[in-house]
């Protein structure tokens, strides 16, 4: 395996670059994998007599944070969308679709999946714990927290790309990132319609964290697992015997080089790291 195989290793090839080849069956994108399952999930739910059981069974509600057996929904919400109007699940479908690619395309694909599911998670959470305090009896359902949550990522990755708002009118990312926000802030404030606001916000919340700490959620979490548990998110290398002393100095550049490529970019590399990287990748695969 050589440092192109590495999820963390993208060419950023900002919003356009989104706008690919079509691939194949096995080489669709996290992104198209996650529309399609939710456009699954929801044409199911319309064979169901009672409409509203999906919601009921996997929305979040107050009562979920009392309830362990129930914590499924704090992610299961995520994938749920209202069968009374099909543009919930449309434009949540849109939103992921020109903006998760990117995004995508800049943190690999298992890191993507990682900060996705655990912007969902976090809604959820956020969501049932503000409602169990003001008691209040509500069920949320939807992907748009975590939707929320990648188009400001989109914006703070390339905030000077113009973008179509409103499928119709340009503006730089950086605007549509400073409307996002004030629009949610103001309907979070107004406590007006059946918006989950908050849950957009804890979204951009998870984003903004992520961007400005620098996480690597698919690392943290796959030490957080034991490797005798089977942790599906740690990777196991080729075994290859390599020289102790100029190859460990080696590893240790390349890690401290792509550590950099990911928190940067690709841009931010010198000559010589390029090289670096180089060296190492031909040295692993063994060529």
Same mark, same amino acid.
């Given at each position: 395996? *050589?440092i192109?195989?590495r999820?963390y290793?993208?060419?950023?090839?900002?919003?356009?670059?989104?706008?690919?080849?079509?691939?194949?069956a096995?080489q669709l994108?996290?992104?198209?994998?996650? &529309?399609?399952?939710?456009?699954?999930i929801? &044409?199911?739910?319309?064979f169901?007599e009672?409409?509203?059981?999906?919601?009921l069974?996997?929305?979040?509600?107050?009562?979920?944070?009392?309830?362990?057996l129930?914590w499924?929904?704090?992610?299961?919400?995520?994938?749920i969308?209202?069968p009374e109007?099909?543009?919930?699940l449309?434009f949540n479908?849109?939103?992921?679709?020109?903006?998760?690619?990117?995004?995508e395309?800049?943190?690999? +694909?298992? =890191?993507?999946l990682?900060?996705?599911?655990?912007?969902?998670?976090? *809604?959820?959470?956020?969501?049932?714990v503000?409602?169990?305090?003001?008691?209040?009896?509500?069920r949320?359902?939807g992907?748009?927290?975590?939707?929320?949550?990648? &188009?400001?990522?989109?914006?703070?990755y390339?905030?000077? @790309?113009?973008?179509?708002?409103?499928f119709?009118?340009p503006?730089?990312?950086?605007?549509l990132?400073?409307f @996002?926000?004030?629009?949610?802030?103001?309907g979070?404030?107004?406590g007006?319609?059946?918006?989950?606001?908050d849950?957009?916000?804890?979204?951009?919340?998870?984003? #903004?964290?992520y961007?400005?700490?620098?996480?690597?959620?698919s690392?943290?979490?796959?030490?957080?697992?034991?490797?005798?548990?089977?942790n599906?998110?740690? +990777?196991r290398?080729? @075994? +290859?015997?390599? +020289?102790?002393d100029?190859?460990?100095k080696? #590893?240790?550049e390349?890690?401290r080089i792509? =550590?950099?490529?990911?928190?940067?970019?690709?841009?931010?590399?010198?000559?010589? =790291?390029?090289?670096? @990287?180089?060296?190492?990748?031909?040295?692993?695969?063994?060529?």
């Open positions: 395996m *050589g192109y195989d999820d290793y993208s060419q950023p090839r900002g919003f356009e670059g989104g706008f690919g080849a079509p691939r194949s096995a994108s996290i992104t198209v994998r996650l &529309i399609l399952l939710n456009a699954a929801y &044409i199911v739910g319309l169901f009672n409409k509203q059981l999906p919601m069974w996997f929305g979040v509600s107050n009562n979920t944070l009392t309830s362990p129930h499924y929904q704090f992610l299961t919400h995520g994938f969308h209202s109007s099909g543009t919930h449309l479908m849109l939103g992921l679709w020109f903006f998760g690619r990117p995004v395309d800049r943190l690999g +694909r298992r =890191e993507f990682t900060l996705y599911l655990f912007m969902i998670v976090a *809604g959820g959470v956020f969501l049932s503000r409602t169990y305090f003001q008691g209040v009896p509500v949320v359902i992907a748009s927290g975590a939707i929320s949550g990648i &188009i400001l990522l989109f914006v703070f390339y905030p000077r @790309l113009q973008v179509l708002f409103m119709f009118l503006m730089p990312a950086w605007i990132g400073v @996002l926000v004030a629009y949610n802030l103001i979070a404030a107004s007006i319609g059946h918006t989950a606001f849950g957009h916000l804890t979204g951009m919340a998870v984003a #903004a964290l961007y400005y700490r620098h996480w690597n959620l690392r943290t979490f796959s030490n957080w697992i034991p490797s005798r548990l089977g599906p998110l740690r +990777r290398p080729k @075994l +290859r015997v390599l +020289r102790p100029k190859d460990e080696l #590893a240790q390349a890690d792509l =550590e950099k490529l990911h928190r940067e970019g690709i841009d931010s590399l010198t000559p010589k =790291e390029r090289r670096i @990287l180089n060296k190492y990748s031909r040295k692993v695969r063994g060529s």
